[in-house]
């Protein structure tokens, strides 16, 4: 309970800097990471200055992000009834085939630059070139979560570079994102703009039951609970399934991470729920407030906890990583984006920008400083794309298998993979676009 309490008083921290500080306001940083890097900045003293630290006082912190990291992706679908995949398709289909090829792209890019670039220099293993697609489309929450399978593949220390190329992203994200913002408005490439702000009241909730019979967030924490149970009957049975295949799919499967199958229980209790639940007793408002919670904690335990000697001892193919990942995602908001968009293509870039460096908060942010009253169509392709996408990429299923691959298929087949389906994304788009162009519109 110590080390719990000293977690909460660094998010504490995180929020009065957050909220008193103008720079870090400017950078729109989250207060846990504000929290996680002041806890990180403070452990880091103490270790060096050889002042003795009673180990109880940072007790599971390590543990942690593997465990919340399940709650944060098993509440991900969870209060909404799960529309139907032709409906979302219909909605989104350009946002999500321009979203796919953004994040498939940034595995390309680290699988080219640690085999051609990265291994021949350094002597980096092929598993590195998932550190920056899993820090950025990922963000702190998959970083930290993703150390039970570095650990699994014998690549502890890939945990912290993963998570500093995540602080990285956001950072990059936000400053990056802001100055093409401004840029975009001196160009006259958006219709309105106004700064986000920085404090809102809202109700977060409604209760679904009586109090008598059971309090309102803690039903909503069983259907969570139900959702990581169900998480956990698919990764045994996967796991049944792939010891008796031929090959290294047994290893494969066991070094898979847990938490998306947390996502597709959620998605399965909601459908449950949808068919049978009249009274709704899932609360979309309350199930964000546990996600959100589970969340804060995750990235101020995973941050504190970074061994920066780590990250020191390796920096410089992480800054060559973080840089490829960055240009990556300019040429697709400057040169891809132009041209595959037919309206508020910079709206949606921006949008995608923020979600595939940081996390999908940031691109809402850069989003609704060009697009505050949602004047475009931007902000609803977008909410609708992440249904489709969440499930694949930025902590999805690809998420859960490319550092396994890496391992154990190699750097080359995972870029092959990855090229081949970017050339099926990019296909779709050309097709898309000659259709629109066909029909005059």
């Known amino acids: 309970?110590?080390?719990?309490?000293?977690?909460?008083?660094?998010?504490?921290?995180?929020?009065?800097?957050?909220?008193?500080?103008?720079?870090?306001?400017?950078?729109?940083?989250?207060?846990?990471?504000?929290?996680?890097?002041?806890?990180?900045?403070?452990?880091?003293?103490?270790?060096?200055?050889?002042?003795?630290?009673?180990?109880?006082?940072t007790a599971?912190?390590?543990?942690?992000?593997?465990?919340?990291?399940?709650?944060?992706?098993?509440?991900?679908?969870?209060?909404?009834?799960?529309?139907?995949?032709?409906?979302?398709?219909k909605s989104c289909s350009r946002q999500l085939a321009y979203g796919q090829l953004v994040a498939w792209g940034q595995y390309a890019v680290g699988c080219l630059m640690v085999l051609v670039l990265l291994s021949p220099w350094f002597g980096l293993p092929d598993v590195y070139a998932g550190?920056?697609?899993?820090?950025?489309?990922?963000?702190?929450?998959?970083?930290?979560?993703?150390?039970?399978?570095?650990?699994?593949?014998?690549?502890?220390?890939?945990?912290?570079?993963?998570?500093?190329?995540?602080?990285?992203?956001?950072?990059?994200?936000?400053i990056m994102g802001m100055a093409l913002v401004n840029w975009a408005i001196r160009r006259g490439l958006v219709a309105s703009h106004a700064p986000a702000s920085l404090a809102e009241r809202r109700p977060v909730g409604t209760l679904t039951i009586s109090g008598d019979i059971v309090g309102a967030l803690s039903l909503q924490l069983a259907f969570?609970?139900?959702?990581?149970?169900?998480?956990w009957v698919f990764?045994?049975?996967?796991?049944?399934?792939?010891?008796?295949?031929?090959?290294?799919?047994?290893?494969?499967m066991a070094s898979f991470p847990m938490f998306p199958l947390c996502m597709l229980g959620g998605v399965i209790v909601q459908l449950f729920c949808d068919a049978f639940d009249r009274s709704k007793l899932i609360c979309r408002g309350?199930?964000?407030?546990?996600?959100?919670?589970?969340?804060?904690?995750?990235?101020?335990?995973?941050?504190?906890?970074?061994?920066?000697?780590?990250?020191?001892?390796?920096?410089?193919?992480?800054?060559?990583?973080?840089?490829?990942?960055?240009?990556?995602?300019f040429f697709c908001l400057r040169v891809i984006a132009p041209r595959v968009f037919n309206d508020a293509w910079f709206e949606r870039a921006i949008a995608e920008l923020g979600q595939s460096m940081g996390v999908t908060a940031t691109g809402l942010l850069l989003l609704r400083t060009v697009d505050p009253d949602c004047e475009t169509e931007a902000a609803s392709a977008f909410a609708s794309k992440q249904l489709l996408h969440e499930p694949f990429m930025g902590g999805g299923l690809w998420t859960g298998l490319a550092i396994p691959l890496l391992a154990l298929w190699g750097g080359w087949s995972v870029l092959g993979i990855t090229l081949g389906v970017m050339f099926l994304w990019s296909?779709?788009?050309?097709?898309?676009?000659?259709?629109?162009?066909?029909?005059?519109?």
């Open 1 to 57: 309970m110590i080390s719990f309490g000293i977690l909460a008083g660094l998010l504490m921290v995180g929020v009065v800097l957050r909220r008193k500080v103008k720079w870090i306001q400017r950078l729109f940083l989250p207060a846990s990471v504000v929290g996680g890097l002041i806890g990180l900045l403070v452990w880091q003293w103490l270790r060096y200055s050889d002042i003795s630290v009673n180990p109880t006082l």
């Open 60 to 89: 599971g912190w390590s543990a942690l992000p593997g465990l919340l990291i399940n709650v944060v992706f098993a509440a991900l679908f969870m209060g909404e009834r799960v529309p139907k995949i032709k409906t979302v398709w």
């Open 131 to 174: 550190i920056m697609p899993v820090g950025f489309e990922g963000g702190h929450g998959t970083a930290g979560g993703m150390a039970p399978v570095f650990d699994s593949l014998g690549f502890p220390e890939m945990k912290d570079m993963a998570l500093a190329a995540a602080t990285f992203g956001i950072l990059g994200a936000i």
């Open 224 to 231: 969570v609970g139900l959702a990581i149970l169900l998480g």
């Open 235 to 252: 990764k045994e049975s996967l796991l049944m399934i792939a010891s008796s295949l031929p090959g290294r799919w047994g290893e494969l």
């Open 286 to 329: 309350l199930m964000l407030q546990l996600q959100n919670a589970a969340l804060d904690f995750l990235v101020v335990a995973a941050i504190a906890t970074i061994q920066l000697d780590v990250v020191a001892a390796g920096w410089v193919p992480l800054v060559i990583l973080v840089v490829g990942g960055l240009l990556w995602n």
């Open 427 to 441: 296909l779709f788009l050309f097709i898309m676009q000659r259709k629109r162009s066909a029909h005059g519109v």
